[in-house]
C-alpha cells in the first residue's frame, strides 16, 4: 500500500504480525480492531460525562454516525487518523502539546490533518505558540525518521508521487456536474478504474474542473495561512475558534478536492463529535443550532454515501445512464457536503466573534475602577454573559 503514507499502514502491519498470513482471519481481525477504536472512543467521549452533560449528546452523534457511514467506517485506514486529529483536539485546552504531537502524528498517517497546524499559532510573542510548532514538526521529523530508517526514502516519499498521477475522480463535488452529464449522455464521457487505483472520470471539460479544483484547493490554503498569520501578529488564541478551524478545514478540504473517495466522510465524524461535546458560552444557544445542523448533515451525507457505495455504485461508473436513481444520491450528498462547508464558515465566524467580544467584556472587568463607590454601583448592574472557564474547556491559551 504505497499509495498510504508509511505511518498509515501501521495498524495493518501490527494486525499482520497477528493473525499471520491467513486473509480471512486478517480480515476478521481488522474489524475488531476497527470496531475497538470506535468503542474506545465512545468510552472518552463518555468519560466524566456527570460533569459534562452534551457528552451524551456526542455520544449518540458518534453511534448514528458510525452507523450511517457503514463499512467504510470499519474497513478503511481512514477512522485512524481521524481519531488522533479529534483526540488531539479534545487535548487543545489541558494538554496542547500532547494535542501537537498528535496532529503531527496525523499527519504522517494521511497528509491532510497538516493544514490543520494552522490553527496551532497564536501571537509570536507567546512560547505557547513555538511549544505547540515544535511539537507539532517534531513529531512529524521523529515519524519520518523511522520511516526512512526502516523502509527507505522512497517509501517516505511514495504517497506524494501517487498523488501527482491522480485524475477527476467520480464521486468528487468538481466532477458532479460532469458525472450528472455524462449518465444523460452515455458514451461522451468514460468512466472506469484508473492507474490511481480509483474510478475516475475523463472527458470534455474535465481538465477544467479539475483546473477549477486546483485553484479552489490554493484558495483553501491562502485561507488557511491567512489564518495563521493573523493569530500571529493579533494573538487571541482560543480553543474553541481552534476547534471550528479545523472541522471547517476537513469540510474545505473535501469540498474542493478532486479525490472523494467514500471513506473520506469519516475524517468528519471523531472532529464533530468532539466539538459537540464542548460547553457552550451562556447566551449563545445560535453555536448549538450551527454545531446540530453541521452533525445532522454529517450524518445524512454518510448515510447517502453508504447507499452510493458499496450498493448502487455499479450503476455510478459501468451501467452509465441505467439507473438515475443512484447518481441523484450522488449529487445529494455532495450538494449537502458544499452546505456544511458554507455552514461551517458562518459558524467558525460566529466563534471568532464570540471570542473577541469575551475577550473584550474581560478586558473591560479589568480595566474598572476598584473604588468602593464604583464597587457598589458596578454590584446593581447586570453581570456579563460571558464567564471565563478554565480547566479542559477554556477559551483562551
Not at 490554493?218 to 487571541?236: E, P
Not at 457505495?309 to 436513481?325: C, K, L, S
Amino acid at each position: 500500500m504505497t499509495e498510504y503514507p508509511h505511518a498509515g499502514t501501521w495498524p495493518t502491519v501490527i494486525l499482520g504480525w497477528l493473525t499471520g498470513e491467513n486473509i480471512t482471519t486478517f480480515y476478521i481481525g481488522f474489524t475488531i480492531m476497527t470496531l475497538l477504536v470506535d468503542a474506545a472512543f465512545l468510552a472518552l467521549l463518555l468519560r466524566h460525562h456527570p460533569a459534562h452533560p452534551r457528552a451524551f449528546w456526542a455520544a449518540w452523534f458518534w453511534v448514528l454516525f458510525g452507523t450511517a457511514a457503514g463499512h467504510t467506517f470499519v474497513w478503511r485506514l481512514d477512522i485512524f487518523p481521524a481519531v488522533a486529529v479529534a483526540g488531539a483536539a479534545a487535548l487543545l485546552a489541558t494538554r496542547p502539546l500532547i494535542a501537537s504531537a498528535l496532529l503531527g502524528f496525523a499527519t504522517t498517517m494521511k497528509l491532510w490533518p497538516g493544514v490543520l497546524a494552522a490553527g496551532l499559532v497564536s501571537r509570536f510573542n507567546s512560547s505557547a505558540t513555538w511549544q505547540r510548532l515544535l511539537a507539532f514538526f517534531c513529531t512529524i521529523v521523529a515519524v519520518c525518521a523511522v520511516t526512512i530508517a526502516t523502509s527507505g526514502t522512497e517509501r517516505l516519499l511514495s504517497p506524494l508521487d501517487y498523488q501527482g498521477v491522480r485524475g477527476l475522480q467520480l464521486e468528487s463535488i468538481p466532477a458532479t456536474f460532469l458525472l450528472l452529464q455524462a449518465h444523460r449522455n452515455p458514451g461522451r464521457w468514460d468512466l472506469g478504474y484508473a492507474a490511481s487505483k480509483s474510478f475516475e472520470i475523463s472527458g470534455p471539460g474535465v481538465d477544467t474542473a479539475m483546473r477549477w479544483s486546483t485553484i479552489a484547493i490554493i484558495i483553501m490554503l491562502v485561507l488557511a495561512v491567512s489564518w495563521a498569520l493573523y493569530r500571529l501578529c493579533a494573538g487571541g488564541w482560543t480553543t474553541r475558534t481552534t476547534i471550528a478551524f479545523f472541522t471547517v478545514m476537513v469540510l474545505l478540504l473535501i469540498a474542493t478536492n478532486k479525490v472523494f473517495s467514500p471513506q473520506y466522510i469519516v475524517w468528519l465524524g471523531p472532529l464533530l463529535a468532539v466539538v459537540i461535546r464542548q460547553r457552550l458560552p451562556h447566551g449563545f444557544a445560535s453555536l448549538r443550532a450551527f454545531q446540530a445542523l453541521i452533525a445532522g448533515c454529517a450524518i445524512i451525507a454518510a448515510g447517502l454515501g453508504t447507499l452510493v457505495y458499496p450498493f448502487n455504485y455499479d450503476y455510478i461508473w459501468n451501467h452509465v445512464g441505467e439507473n438515475m436513481f443512484a447518481v441523484y444520491l450522488l449529487v445529494a450528498r455532495n450538494i449537502l457536503i458544499v452546505a456544511m462547508a458554507v455552514i461551517g464558515l458562518i459558524w467558525f465566524g460566529v466563534e471568532v466573534a464570540l471570542a473577541a467580544k469575551i475577550e473584550r467584556a474581560e478586558l473591560h472587568q479589568q480595566q474598572e475602577p476598584s473604588s468602593p463607590v464604583n464597587g457598589a454601583t458596578a454590584s446593581t448592574e447586570a453581570k456579563p454573559v460571558f464567564r471565563p472557564r478554565r480547566g479542559r474547556h477554556s477559551l483562551a491559551s
